[in-house]
């Protein structure tokens, strides 16, 4: 048979290092975000700082625009970060909820192993 032998899991501590590095990684990709969009409606919109912050990040979190905007430059910057948000935190999602699902998966097969490799009550 071609089984093969599943590892066990990641101590606890190396775990915890990993989701810390997945969390890290995905802020630090937010803030990358966050400051295209400040920039892109600071810049083309001539919003205040705050005012392309709140923007940026209602765009970036999936709840839409706040300031209405009135140039054509603007408009086709808000739609494009727009699309490029929604593939953002969809990515941004995936690396912080990674480790999570790797170790729940992990387990699973585990127990299915060990469930398999059990002898059997007769």
């Known amino acids: 048979m071609n089984e093969h032998a599943i590892p066990p899991l990641l101590p606890r501590r190396e775990y915890l290092a990993r ?3 997945s969390l890290g990684l995905g802020l630090s990709i937010i803030l990358v975000c966050l400051g295209i969009g400040m920039v892109g409606y600071h810049c083309l919109e001539k919003l205040s700082w ?3 912050f709140l923007n940026a990040a209602m765009i970036l979190s999936g709840m839409g625009p706040v300031a209405t905007l009135q140039t054509n ?3 086709l910057f808000a739609g494009c970060y727009a699309l490029f948000s929604g593939l953002a935190l969809i990515s941004i999602i995936a690396i912080i909820m990674g480790p999570v699902v790797v170790r729940f998966l992990h387990k699973f097969h585990l127990d299915l192993q060990s469930k398999k490799n059990a002898p059997r009550k007769h």
């Open 19 to 21: 989701l810390a590095r």
């Open 50 to 52: 705050m005012d392309s």
């Open 73 to 75: 430059g603007g408009k």
